[in-house]
């Protein structure tokens, strides 16, 4: 927590066109919302395959949407040995 930036979120995003002047306005707009700290407020990677940047990268009609059951991380099938502990 202390190497926290000190200056309140709220200017982070103001100051992405500047530290990124080349960037396209659709860029900084995704930018702006994965940005955020709280990850209740934060894009989901749902709505961000939905923002006009990533616009040309999603086809949902091939892409799969898992459900929410899934394990993270999925767990290795039985036919593979244990992996050794290096540490």
């Known amino acids: 927590m202390l190497n926290l930036p000190k200056e309140p979120q709220s ?3 103001s100051n992405l066109q ?4 080349d ?3 659709e860029a900084l707009s995704l930018l702006r919302r994965m940005l955020v700290i ?14 006009p940047y ?3 990268l999603h ?8 459900d929410s ?4 991380p999925p767990s290795l099938p039985p036919s593979l040995p244990p992996l050794p502990i290096l540490i």
């Open 54 to 56: 990533l616009s040309s």
């Open 38 to 51: 709280d990850p209740a407020k934060r894009i989901t990677v749902a709505e961000a395959l939905e923002m």
């Open 69 to 72: 059951g899934m394990p993270c």
């Open 11 to 13: 200017s982070l995003p």
């Open 18 to 21: 500047a530290k990124y002047p």
């Open 23 to 25: 960037a396209s306005p």
């Open 59 to 66: 086809d949902p009609v091939v892409e799969i949407m898992a």
